[in-house]
């Protein structure tokens, strides 16, 4: 072999090499992704550190062999020559850069606890928190819209803002009962261009301190404060998320969820539940464990481990054959109701059922209050257990399926006291 063609086959060789080293190296990037997301979730030691350094080196040093590769093939004379090396070299280069591409929209979340956020950060979101809570609760609707995150003012109209504030000002009024009762911070390194996933606390959703929300996409800092106001009869949350904005935290969201009802959580009720359950009174176990379910939510966006764990076993309730008839027809003396569903509708001053069904008769204050107190005879004679849970029950008499919320339904509402 002649020295041009050692020379030409030495560059091949380390077009090759180098071609490979970058597709190596931006194989990291995904080793990290994995690593941490799969195998170290909790962001934290020796590893996390060591994780972070090989994300950081990945990113610098992919372009850098990328690019070498690139020149190697293009400084050698004869590259076209033994087609296998020098496509392969070119070849593994272009698979470097996608991966470097979609390398670069990975991201690295680090979420804290409230007892791992150091203390000036504590005391900024809390601050923050209570200064939001009282405009809130006083209505001052347009403060809060001036100081929220300038991406919920692209995102929300004004006058959307505004009705949810009043619609929020009358769960408030005992807001100087308020406690502070938890907080959480993310940190975004990596691609902020959209929202992310985070996982608070363990990752076992069984654990009491589990907690799933999502950034704020083009945040680095998304904060999370929950206060709790002690108020009568139904104890409320108010969760509040907040992104950081000119180093400061500007509320980007808020949720007011019951938390309690008559002073019991729900764990009480879960625990109702499953006694009702082990004794086969199979509704009113239902409805125990949606106000279970429905006690233990924050918000749309933000499920803590209870909540997965109780939507998880209704869920499993719900595919009971025997309940699922309980659920859709009642069967009176003369008539038989066809029910659109039992569910939880929460007022100002309280939970109760509601009993959805076909009316019989034309709708109106006569025919459909009769009607519903012969639902209400019925309920008491065949499901007494919901009489120590509720005060009231809600009956909604439609005249077909309201099964579309696009359309308006005739309806005739009538509450009931189970005390009457």
């Not at 190296?25 to 090989?54: N, Q």
């Not at 087609?83 to 670069?104: E, R």
């Not at 996933?197 to 907690?211: K, Q, V």
């Not at 997965?308 to 009642?330: A, D, F, G, V």
Request: hydrophobic share 40%; aromatic share 10%; charged share 25%.
């Amino acid at each position: 072999m002649s020295e041009i063609e050692n020379k030409t086959e030495e560059g091949r060789r380390k077009t090759c090499k180098s071609a490979i080293l970058s597709f190596a190296l931006a194989l990291m990037l995904w080793f990290y992704h994995l690593t941490i997301f799969i195998l170290y979730p909790r962001k934290e030691g020796i590893l996390y550190g060591f994780l972070l350094l090989v994300y950081i080196s990945s990113l610098l040093m992919s372009p850098i062999f990328g690019l070498v590769a690139l020149v190697t093939i293009r400084k050698s004379k004869e590259r076209f020559k033994g087609k296998g090396w020098a496509f392969a070299g070119i070849g593994a280069t272009a698979v470097c850069f996608v991966f470097l591409f979609l390398g670069l929209r990975l991201h690295l979340a680090v979420c804290e606890d409230w007892d791992e956020i150091d203390s000036f950060k504590q005391k900024a979101i809390k601050s923050v928190s209570f200064e939001i809570l009282e405009k809130m609760a006083t209505g001052q609707y347009e403060k809060i819209w001036n100081s929220s995150h300038p991406i919920l003012k692209k995102s929300a109209q004004k006058e959307q803002f505004r009705k949810a504030i009043e619609n929020a000002q009358p769960l408030l009024t005992q807001f100087n009962n308020a406690e502070f009762i938890d907080g959480r911070l993310a940190t975004i390194i990596g691609y902020k261009g959209r929202s992310h996933p985070l996982f608070f606390g363990l990752m076992d959703a069984n654990s009491p301190d589990h907690l799933r929300a999502q950034s704020l996409a083009g945040a680095k800092q998304s904060a999370i404060a929950m206060i709790q106001i002690n108020s009568q009869p139904i104890g409320r949350t108010v969760s509040l998320q907040m992104a950081s904005d000119r180093g400061n935290f500007k509320l980007f969201r808020f949720d007011i969820t019951a938390t309690s009802y008559h002073n019991k959580n729900s764990k009480y009720y879960q625990e109702v539940a499953e006694n009702l359950i082990s004794k086969q009174k199979l509704l009113p176990a239902y409805i125990a464990h949606l106000t279970a379910v429905k006690l233990s939510q924050l918000g749309p966006t933000l499920k803590t481990g209870q909540s997965i764990k109780l939507e998880e076993r209704l869920q499993e309730l719900s595919k009971n054959p025997r309940l699922k008839n309980e659920l859709t027809k009642w069967e009176l003396p003369g008539k038989n109701y066809t029910l659109f569903g039992i569910g939880l509708v929460e007022v100002q001053d309280g939970i109760l059922p509601r009993v959805r069904y076909l009316a019989h008769d034309e709708l109106g204050d006569e025919t459909s209050s009769k009607e519903a107190a012969a639902l209400m005879e019925h309920v008491k004679a065949h499901y007494p257990e919901l009489a120590a849970l509720f005060d009231n029950i809600l009956f909604e008499a439609y005249t077909e399926n309201p099964i579309s919320s696009k359309k308006q339904y005739n309806c005739y509402r009538t509450v009931l006291d189970f005390k009457s």
